[in-house]
């Protein structure tokens, strides 16, 4: 399984942005389609992004389609997802999930084999 470690989660006000990584290792990066999750204190796990192995193929749910972005960098092992126009329903823990199966879709239908812990994203009023 591939290794994963986020950052760049913090305190931010509503309409505010923040950029998330998450760095990749003990498996070659570019062999994955990875993907970005988040989870409420007390909610369940919600998809939020999908990007195929090769970067040329992205994919998101309506509620964030236009706001977040997602975008990778081979050379760098490094998963991105840059949050613009931030509302307080935003708030959660953020993760990083990678799939080795169906790279070359950016698909949330496929499961996510290996995870990280997850950075912690506020979003004030």
């Known amino acids: 399984q591939v290794q994963l470690v986020e950052s760049g989660g913090g305190l931010v006000q509503a309409g505010g942005s923040l950029r998330l990584s998450c760095a990749a290792s003990?498996?070659?990066?570019?062999?994955?389609?990875m993907g970005w999750f988040r989870q409420a204190p007390g909610k369940e796990r919600v998809f939020v992004a999908a990007?195929?192995?090769?970067?040329?193929?992205?994919y998101y749910p309506p509620f964030v389609k236009g706001r977040f972005t997602i975008s990778r960098d081979n050379a760098k092992n490094t998963v991105y997802l840059q949050m613009n126009s931030l509302i307080p329903e935003d708030t959660a823990v953020y993760l990083c999930?990678?799939?080795?199966?169906?790279?070359?879709?950016?698909?949330?239908?496929?499961?996510?084999?290996?995870w990280g812990q997850g950075t912690q994203v506020t979003v004030s009023s």
């Open positions: 999930a990678a799939r080795g199966r169906y790279s070359d879709l950016a698909v949330a239908s496929v499961p996510f084999d290996s």
């Open positions: 003990g498996r070659t990066f570019s062999n994955y389609a």
């Open positions: 990007i195929n192995k090769s970067g040329g193929d992205t």
